[in-house]
């Protein structure tokens, strides 16, 4: 996860066989995760991606390789792995393109069914992976929960405030503030009868790739959730022609009344995120969030 930004990553000296040493730009590429991101070329063709970090948390890149494996088992559209290792994850170059309403529709429908292809708990690993969960480079809790709140104030948004008031970015009243939504969410006073659905839970407009085949999903944090936190990510960093994502979502599965005024509450976790790491104004974004979390009790 980084900040809002759309970004590109220039790859420097690679070589095609049979032609100088030359540079490109990949377009709609973040490093992510990696350290150094580079291409792998077959001819005059580039392929592969490859993200590279020598210092990498043991299992981070085989969680993100589990997860979307995970995700196109229910159907989405993903960068293919090619390869993975502890310390670098091959991918399929996606060929960018100009979002369209269409391809965002499409892109709800399927968002939709993989949602719908569910989780064995809220907090589940992706099928086949029994090491840990990350989001970016930091490291969050695996869960068995049958109630969605206790999992998630306590596994998605409790567990980072300490960094992020360590880290100088939330103070201590404003902590107490998120506290108290958490405690409101652990109560189950949020709860529905929603099942745990398949999330990619880091689900920012920079993992959201538009390519001329449609939208393709990249850099996950998969795991067993509530669906809304998807939709509510798309909704915190503007993600393209989204209102057409939610029009081919609710064609498949129609979201439950008052989902909009729920979006705080499931932009708590990529809020106490990005407090940790990426300023204050991320700390005062979560209060705020918290504030409008409280006032749905």
């Known amino acids: 996860m980084l900040t809002a930004t759309r ?29 150094r991101v580079g291409a792998r070329a077959y001819g005059r063709r580039v392929s ?10 043991a299992g981070a890149f085989e969680a993100e390789a589990a997860g979307l494996r995970w995700l196109a088992a229910a159907g989405a559209r993903v960068a293919e792995v090619r390869d993975v290792s502890a310390r670098r994850i091959v991918l399929e170059r996606i060929e ?15 968002l939709a069914t993989t949602h719908g292809a569910g989780a064995r708990a809220f907090g589940a690993r992706p099928d ?11 490291e969050q809790p695996a869960a068995a929960e049958t109630s969605w ?31 108290e939504a958490c405690e409101l969410v652990a109560s189950g006073a949020l709860d529905d009868d929603e099942p745990p659905a398949r999330i990619h839970g880091d689900l920012w407009n920079g993992n959201l790739l538009f390519s001329p085949e449609g939208a393709v ?8 959730g509530h ?7 798309l909704d915190l960093f503007g993600a393209p022609h989204l209102n057409e994502i939610v029009r081919g979502y609710e064609s498949v599965h129609p979201l439950r009344d008052g989902w909009r005024e729920r979006i705080p ?31 749905l009790a």
């Not at 999903?217 to 067993?224: C, N, S, V």
């Not at 976790?269 to 006032?295: F, K, S, W």
Request: net charge positive; charged share 20%.
């Open 217 to 224: 999903l990249i850099d996950p944090a998969a795991h067993g």
């Open 149 to 179: 709140g206790a999992f998630y104030a306590r596994d998605r948004v409790a567990c980072f405030l300490e960094r992020a008031v360590a880290n100088g970015n939330l103070d201590r009243a404003g902590a107490e503030v998120v506290r």
């Open 96 to 110: 960018p393109a100009a979002p369209t309403a269409r391809a965002a529709r499409d892109f709800g429908r399927s």
């Open 48 to 57: 592969d991606v490859v993200k590279e970090n020598p210092d990498a948390p």
């Open 227 to 233: 669906r809304e936190t998807d939709l509510a990510m």
């Open 128 to 138: 086949g992976w029994d090491g840990p969960l990350f989001i970016g480079r930091l």
């Open 265 to 295: 509450l499931h932009q708590l976790h990529p809020l106490a995120v990005h407090a940790v790491g990426h300023g204050p104004a991320y700390g005062r974004l979560l209060i705020d969030a918290a504030r409008a979390t409280c006032a």
């Open 7 to 35: 970004s590109c990553v220039n790859l420097v000296g690679w070589r095609v066989p049979g032609c100088a040493i030359r540079s490109r730009v990949i377009p709609q590429l973040r490093a992510g995760l990696a350290q």
